[in-house]
């Protein structure tokens, strides 16, 4: 497991501090710039929903409200949707699709994705900054997740080694294995605890195209009751094909 010990920025999402706040955006060409502790973050532009009903016929919470503020100066100037997003294929979520790395999954509608170095995809809630999603791929030399043993050793190397820092405690909840579509996944469970904030997260893990792909999502645990179907939702819609 040396190659994904190595692969660097993995467990900058799951640090509240890697979440841009909005007071230090600046407007570039559709998009937000941040910076943050030294790291460098885009919020791209999203455009509303297909099916969304107009601004005067619905009723916002603080965080609709606050994600419209966001997004509302800005939506304008994008003229069409960019090529990694299609059109909201389940109530609630919107579907991204990487036909260059092999992989899509689904991830809640009012999310917004930020550029961090190491990762292939991060997607945060603009409110909670430990909800999110990261899709991290490198390369491997393995044909089946399963050459890397069974599904708890793998889960548990990965958490201490590449999904949480050094100085969290985590402990597994569950590992387990299903296949789709020709393809074999491994789906875990954990929690990662640090002095002041506890993670609850869901990853899948898989093998194909020569590349080792790691989807991980989760909550505060003080919201894990709320968000776990939705968390849910994401891991189970994550797949890989073919490039």
């Known amino acids: 497991m040396a190659s994904l010990q190595n692969s660097p920025s993995v467990y900058h999402t799951l640090s509240p501090y890697s979440l841009p706040q909005v007071g230090g955006a600046q407007k570039n060409h559709g998009m937000l710039s941040f910076c943050r502790r030294g790291l460098s973050f885009l919020v791209r532009a999203e455009q509303s929903s297909p099916n969304s009903t107009s601004l005067s016929q619905v009723r916002f919470g603080r965080r609709e409200l606050i994600a419209v503020s966001v ?7 994008v003229n069409q949707t960019p090529p ?3 059109a909201e294929s389940k109530k609630g979520f919107l579907l991204v699709t990487d036909k260059k790395d092999g992989y899509s999954f689904l991830y809640p509608f009012g999310w917004q994705e930020v550029v961090i170095e190491g990762q292939d995809k ?3 809630d603009v409110i909670e900054p430990l909800e999110s999603i990261s899709v991290n791929v490198i390369p491997t030399v393995k044909q089946d997740i399963r050459d890397f043993g069974p599904p708890q050793q793998v889960a548990e190397t990965l958490i201490k080694k590449v999904l949480a820092p050094p100085s969290q405690k985590t402990k597994l909840i569950e590992a387990k ?3 789709a579509d020709g393809k074999i996944y491994y789906t875990f469970e954990f929690v990662a605890q640090a002095p002041n904030f506890t993670r609850h997260a869901l990853s899948a893990i898989a093998i194909g195209n020569g590349k080792f792909y790691t989807l991980t999502t989760g909550a505060n645990e003080r919201r894990w009751e709320k968000m776990k179907d939705k968390l849910q939702t994401v891991i189970d819609s994550f797949e890989i094909f073919n490039v």
């Open 177 to 179: 294995e299903h296949g």
């Open 84 to 86: 990694s997003f299609a």
């Open 122 to 124: 991060v997607f945060k």
């Open 71 to 77: 997004i509302a100066p800005w939506v304008s100037m």
